[in-house]
């Protein structure tokens, strides 16, 4: 169906604006951000649960939605660092600030996370 959209409504190319991006079926904002950081080269904070995460137990935002992260993160951090700021949350998030069992003993952050201190103690 997408493939169909493309090309009948869009010349065969994907769209370049996120507003534009947003109408294709099954495209939400992480998708459209990372097809802009990935397939164009430009800026853009595709927030993926990693980022989400890490950005609340580190009280850069206090917010419920990816959505509602990605404007506080654009809000918050220069445009010039977006994607490496998405890198390194993605893969801190993956390895160190995981979901379960974060590792905060090997976590160079502790100092700015919230996690930790509302741990409670086993």
């Excluded at 097809?35 to 950005?55: G, K, L, M, W, Y």
Aim: charged fraction near 30%; proline fraction near 7%; aromatic fraction near 6%.
């Amino acid at each position: 169906e997408v493939s169909r959209i493309l090309i009948d409504q869009y010349g065969g190319e994907v769209p370049r604006e996120m507003d534009e991006m947003l109408k294709l079926p099954g495209v939400g904002r992480k998708t459209a951000n990372c097809v802009i950081v990935f397939a164009f080269q430009d800026a853009a904070i595709p927030v993926d649960t990693h980022v989400h995460r890490i950005s609340n137990r580190w009280g850069i935002a206090d917010t419920r939605e990816p959505e509602e992260t990605e404007i506080v993160l654009m809000e918050k951090v220069p445009k010039e660092l977006w994607v490496e700021l998405n890198d390194l949350m993605v893969q801190f998030g993956q390895t160190i600030c995981r979901p379960i069992g974060p590792q905060c003993d090997k976590c160079p952050l502790t100092d700015l996370c919230d996690y930790d201190s509302n741990k409670l103690d086993d």
